[in-house]
């Protein structure tokens, strides 16, 4: 990992849903210690309106997200690659830490079934935390 803070790249389809909640939580818990992106192999236009309002209820505001496309850049500037459903669109490159998280895609999905997605994503976050030495800002 980089010498100053850890660097976190999360990846998925649409950048629209699943990467856009995890990189919000790990924003808001980590504060500046660390960095985080995110980012689609065939990014949506918007951020889903159901994700939007499932993070709202936690206090977390996406409504003014864009979805980015994933670029060799953006993964070679990361330490750990966290991707969600995106298959073998993600480069690799060695050195790096991939994990990939197995969720339910949001997409198509109304705000009852965006909730459990979120909490999951937020256990994950809080777990990734823990294992890169972060402590929680909030």
């Known amino acids: 990992m980089s010498e100053s803070k850890p660097s976190v790249l999360f990846v998925c389809v649409h950048n ?9 939580f790990l924003t808001r818990l980590g504060g500046d210690r660390v960095e985080v992106r995110s980012a689609g192999s065939a990014p949506a ?3 889903n309106p159901a994700v939007v309002r499932a993070m709202a209820e936690v206090g977390i505001d996406l409504s003014a997200g864009t979805p ?5 850049e953006a993964v ?9 459903g995106c298959g073998d669109a993600c480069p690799y490159f ?8 197995q969720l339910a895609d949001p997409a198509g999905q109304g705000v009852d079934a965006v909730r459990p997605i979120r909490d999951a994503i937020e256990q994950r976050v809080r777990a990734l935390m823990a294992e890169l030495g972060i402590e929680a800002a909030v």
Do not use: F, H, N
């Not at 980015?68 to 060799?72: D, I, Q, Y």
């Not at 070679?76 to 969600?84: H, K, Y």
């Not at 060695?94 to 998280?101: A, E, F, M, N, S």
């Open 16 to 24: 629209a849903g699943r990467s856009q909640m995890a990189a919000a």
């Open 45 to 47: 236009d918007s951020v």
């Open 68 to 72: 980015k496309v994933l670029t060799v």
């Open 76 to 84: 070679r500037a990361s330490d750990v690659v966290i991707t969600m």
């Open 94 to 101: 060695p050195g790096k830490r991939y994990l990939d998280w």
